[in-house]
């Protein structure tokens, strides 16, 4: 049998550069309680969020996937033309063909890249980086820019505080490349997987095409079942939870958020270990929330070049992924 040579030499992936964009429409509480029947109060103690951003109408995703791009780009200190691969995570393109990822390339100036969208909902993010991280390792590709990016307003009924309260607009980027050696390596793997039994939980109204979630459900399992997939992904990247520095979730939820992460102080995380809680001003905006948070809490200094942070997407399918990176 002929022995394959692998294009590739090095180790493992790594984060070169992190960018994110949000509209500039400023939606507080108070502004959905003249549309429906809630309050800021009610919003904060259920969701923990306090304002959100929703994009101007003819806003595209695209758009805002293209500058998030962009700036994750600038912030590795590669070229347009350096990247070659372009990975979108994303549930609300309003058709599936074409995708978003070459329409993305190209305005970002990107030349011939494969370029792909995921649909794992709010876990997408953190499948485009176990992807990204696998085709470089793999010699597939060399340097992989991975977005997520939502425009969740376009599918929601604004007479429906369920959902309405909750989900927001916005796109968040990062861009990996080679680690020479495992000592360099920034990119665990990833611990997935996915309850499609519980698939109807969230989904789209046939009758108006709006998102619809059964909130108690998903509650319950996620305070349940996501701690372990973080505790997993911690233990596949060889390391103990004392070793993390900063947890960034999904931001579905402030009261999910807290649930977790005193699971995993119980399980030993440090009680000094910084909690991502972008939700408060950025609403849940699925794919886009982890690289959201990631670029918010970097520009805000909770977040510093070399800490070592743990990330779990969960969401609609019911998908879910856990992953060790380093800050760039």
Known sequence: MTKLKLASTTAGARILGLGSVQPDNVVTNDDLAQRMDTNDQWIRERVGIESRR??????????????AGARAVK???????????VIVATCTMPTPIPNAAAQTADRIGIPAPGAFDINAACAGFCFGMGTAADLVRGGSARNVLVIGAEKLSDWLDW???????????GAGAAVLGPASDEASVGVGPLAWGSAGDMSQTIHIKPDNNALAQEGQAVFRWATTKIAPVALRAIELAGLTPADIDVFVP???NLRIVDA?????????????????????HSGNTSSASIPLALDHM??????????????VGFGAGLSYAGQVVVCP
Do not use: C, W, Y
């Open 260 to 280: 977790v992460a005193k699971r995993l102080r119980a399980k030993g995380a440090r009680d000094d270990m910084v909690v991502a809680d972008d939700i408060r």
């Open 298 to 311: 970097r520009a805000d200094g909770r977040l510093r070049s070399g800490d070592t942070v743990l990330l």
């Open 250 to 252: 999904h931001q579905a």
């Open 75 to 85: 912030d590795s200190g590669l070229t347009p033309n350096e990247i070659d691969t």
């Open 159 to 169: 007479t429906d505080r369920s959902t309405a309260i909750i989900f927001a607009d």
């Open 54 to 67: 929703i994009a101007e109408e003819g806003t595209l995703l695209v758009d805002m996937a293209a500058e």
